[in-house]
């Protein structure tokens, strides 16, 4: 069975920092790029943030370069979002994918279920 087990979501003050992790099982972790896609509800969907099956090639969203962090630890089959300098406007479900293509462009294969991270005073 497939999963992939998001955590670390929470409130938080603007200005603030979260960790998110996603933790990947019932597929061979190390042969996908991982992403971190949002969502506000009532809004389109925004990958925030990608990085390759090795873990050397990142792409980060406008709206997040220079604030967010993804990484991935291959041998724990987990992937990481570390968030600094929160904003308000970050609010929203982050949700872990997986992707067999190394195109972003390509759809994800595997999605969590979301954490919800909101940043509010």
């Known amino acids: 069975e497939v999963q992939l087990e998001e955590s670390g979501g929470g409130l938080v003050q603007p200005g603030g920092s979260l960790r998110l992790s996603c933790a990947a099982s019932g597929f061979t972790f190390s042969n996908y790029a991982m992403s971190w896609v949002r969502q506000v509800p009532g809004k389109e969907l925004e990958r925030v943030a990608a990085i390759d099956s090795g873990g050397g090639v990142t792409y980060y969203a406008t709206s997040v370069k220079g604030r967010f962090t993804i990484s991935r630890d291959n041998a724990k089959s987990t992937a990481y979002l570390q968030m600094n300098s929160l904003k308000i406007e970050d609010t929203a479900v982050y949700y872990c994918?997986?992707?067999?293509?190394?195109?972003?462009?390509?759809?994800?294969?595997?999605w969590g279920q979301g954490t919800q991270v909101t940043v509010s005073s």
């Open positions: 994918a997986a992707r067999w293509s190394p195109l972003i462009s390509q759809p994800d294969n595997y």
